[in-house]
Structures are given as structure tokens and as C-alpha cells.
């Protein structure tokens, strides 16, 4: 209990910061109307090709005996997939939307 209560008291501005963030972020995404919601949050997703770089950028140059590195890796690159994929699902949905019928 006495580790926990160092690592709090050491690191006690992350944790501010961390707390404040989550209260903004909920302030800021409980703004943001509903109409404008899945064109920001399908372009939110596609951005997530960073993750996928970044991933393999790491998986590169990870040791080849390290296999819960090389998981971790595997894992964060298919995630990282999906979800760009599902931003531009999203958005083609929402185009569709806006397209005149015959």
C-alpha cells in the first residue's frame, strides 16, 4: 500500500493532468451536436493510420525473441486496420446520405 501511496505522491502532476484531461474531453465531446458526430468521429478513426505505422515501426525493431512484443504489435496493427476501415465505412454510409435517389 505504502508503493502505491509513493508512486501517487511522485507523480501526483501526471495525475492532475490525466484527471483534467478526461473532464475536458468529456466537456468538449458532450458540445459537439449530434449531426456533426459521425463526420468528426469517422474522420477521428481514419486517423488512426498513425497507430498502424507506428506499430509496425515498432515491430521492426523489436528483438524477434520477444514475443509478447511482436503480439502486442500484431494486435495494434489489426486494430489499428479495423478501425480506419470502419472511418471510411462511416463515411461513405453518411455520404450515401446525401446522394439524390432515382
Same mark, same amino acid.
Not at 515491430?59 to 496493427?77: C, E, Q, T, W, Y
Given at each position: 500500500?505504502?508503493?502505491?501511496? *509513493?508512486?501517487? @505522491?511522485?507523480?501526483?502532476?501526471?495525475?492532475?493532468?490525466?484527471?483534467?484531461?478526461?473532464?475536458?474531453?468529456?466537456?468538449?465531446? !458532450?458540445?459537439?451536436?449530434?449531426?456533426?458526430? *459521425?463526420?468528426? +468521429?469517422? !474522420?477521428?478513426?481514419?486517423?488512426?493510420?498513425?497507430?498502424?505505422? !507506428?506499430?509496425?515501426?515498432?515491430?521492426?525493431?523489436?528483438?524477434?525473441?520477444?514475443?509478447?512484443?511482436?503480439?502486442? @504489435?500484431?494486435?495494434?496493427?489489426?486494430? !489499428? *486496420?479495423?478501425?480506419?476501415? @470502419? @472511418?471510411?465505412?462511416? *463515411?461513405?454510409?453518411?455520404?450515401? +446520405?446525401?446522394?439524390?435517389?432515382?
Amino acid at each position: 500500500m505504502s508503493e502505491v501511496l *509513493t508512486f501517487f @505522491g511522485a507523480n501526483k502532476e501526471i495525475i492532475y493532468f490525466v484527471v483534467l484531461s478526461i473532464f475536458v474531453g468529456i466537456e468538449v465531446i !458532450g458540445g459537439v451536436p449530434t449531426v456533426l458526430h *459521425t463526420p468528426l +468521429m469517422s !474522420g477521428a478513426n481514419a486517423i488512426h493510420g498513425v497507430v498502424i505505422v !507506428g506499430a509496425i515501426h515498432v515491430m521492426l525493431n523489436v528483438d524477434p525473441s520477444n514475443i509478447v512484443a511482436l503480439l502486442l @504489435g500484431v494486435l495494434a496493427v489489426i486494430l !489499428g *486496420t479495423l478501425n480506419v476501415v @470502419g @472511418g471510411f465505412v462511416v *463515411t461513405d454510409r453518411m455520404l450515401e +446520405m446525401f446522394k439524390k435517389k432515382k
